[in-house]
């Protein structure tokens, strides 16, 4: 990963992690709100729906040595260590979430399972066949290399064991669908400009990486309209006196950040976002 998009990414998240914490708590990805994305459910418990939802649909029944990549303050590390009696690792490029996962594992009496640290996803410090599950929720989009990104995912997974992954993507471009027009390409741009994105990919190109490598028995699916109202929840609670007040203290980015969520919203609504789960299996 270029230095320069790391210390996008790292000062992004060290900047903004702490207001999404006190504002939604330890999980930092969408919710899931049903098939018809018509469930109405608190907003922490539509996250944790999202997890079993994953887990179920990627038929999870145990796992021993778990990978987080893109952990986040440790929110998924945390709840599958003690879902599964398993032992977690988990790798980020920012040093504050990574000190706040560490923090939260302490006073979850978890730290004798978890372990969190600063690692590039592209280049992770684990020797081959490391993990019998690689759990990837919502970092896919910030890797440049996404062929490399799995590639790596696949070094390190266990024969047997599975990879799991959901991750933002755009629509369909292959035939017969249309290729992006130049107005949706500007408002990717826009979006890539606010949440340090390199590029996304469509889910059917994740697939076809994915079939390059050593993985069998892959899956995909498309959880778009499950998913999508979450951003609706996220514009609502944005505009409370203390989401305010903790925007004038975080900083520029994450003000920006705030600005524009409307860019995801209606991103959903034209079709143009989309949110990909993709699961593969390391042959024994």
Known sequence: MTSTLQ???????DASSGLWEQIWGEHMHHGYY???GRDRKERRQAQIDLIEELLAWGGVQQASRILDVGCGIGGSSLYLADRFNADVTGITLSPVQAQRATERAQ???LSQRTRFQVADALEMPFPDQSFDLIWSLESGEHMPDKVKFLAECDRVLKPGGLLLIATWCHRPTTPPAA???ADEQQHLADIYRVYCLPYVISLPEYEAIAHQLSLQNIRTDDWSTAVAPFWNVVIDSAITPRAIFGLLQSGWTTIQAALSLGLMQRGYQRGLIRFGVLSGIKPD
């Open 107 to 109: 006073a979850a009496g």
């Open 34 to 36: 049903g098939v018809d």
């Open 179 to 181: 290729p992006l027009t």
């Open 7 to 13: 210390q996008q990414i790292r000062d992004f998240y």
